[in-house]
């Protein structure tokens, strides 16, 4: 139709988003979560925290890390680009929470939650690191069951899950520990080229 705006805008005012695209605008409310029972919750000489500008160095050194990339299948480029991605969107957007996983006020861990998706009142792990020298001692586990302890308390969240490739026995065997079970297996073309089966692992919270 002549005078349609044909590029999509994405705009944000304050938690609100707006998208505006071929001459419709739909607004994205903020979806509920409170996302501060994350923020300084401590057990087991684990501290959970949201991450801040500062902490850039060591997610980008645990993210891009041979070990991190080799075990997503991933190359340093698209590595670092969904997570420039990422943490360019910032800190404080409705779905999505940057936490670093402090024990003795250093940082042992990044991982990032989504809200709500892929499933509506679903909570979803879209990325996980141990940073490289805390790998193999039980980190991942911790962070783990803390996370589920605290996601346990959010009303009206039921379900909660990640993706993985078939090959990660450390990411599987952590989920598998953790009361995960695998609902979906799909052929999987990597980023380095190489082809896996990604799986999908969900667990209820309740
Ligand atoms: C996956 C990851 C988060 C696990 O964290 P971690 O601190 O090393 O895990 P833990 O020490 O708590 O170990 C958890 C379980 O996995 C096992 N495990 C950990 N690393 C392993 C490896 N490389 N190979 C096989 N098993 C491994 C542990 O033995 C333990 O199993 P158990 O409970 O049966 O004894 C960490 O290895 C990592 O950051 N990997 C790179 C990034 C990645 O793959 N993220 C997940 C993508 S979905």
């Known amino acids: 139709m002549p005078g349609m705006a044909k590029e999509t805008l994405f705009t944000r005012s304050g938690d609100t988003f707006d998208i505006v695209s071929g001459g419709y605008r739909v607004t994205l409310e903020p979806t509920g979560i409170d996302w ?71 940082p042992v861990g990044y991982f990032r939650l989504a809200y709500p998706l892929p499933w509506p009142r679903s909570l979803w792990l879209t990325y996980l690191a141990v940073a490289p020298e805390f790998r193999d001692q039980g980190w991942g586990s911790g962070i783990m069951r803390l996370l589920l302890s605290v996601a346990a308390t959010l009303e009206g969240v039921e379900k909660f899950g990640m993706h993985t490739m078939a090959d990660n026995t450390g990411a599987m065997r952590l989920y598998q520990s953790t ?11 990597n980023h380095d080229g190489t082809s896996s089966e990604r799986l999908t692992y969900c667990r209820s919270l309740r």
């Open 179 to 189: 009361g995960f079970r695998i609902i979906k297996r799909e052929p999987w073309v």
């Open 36 to 106: 501060d029972v994350f923020d300084g919750v401590v057990k087991n000489g684990l501290r959970l925290r949201f991450a801040t500008g500062v902490d850039f160095p060591f997610v980008h050194a645990t993210v891009c890390h041979p070990g991190t990339l080799a075990a997503s299948h991933d190359t340093l480029e698209t590595a670092a680009e969904a997570l420039n991605g990422r943490w360019a969107e910032g800190f404080r957007a409705p779905d999505l929470r940057h936490i670093i996983a402090e024990a003795s006020g250093r």
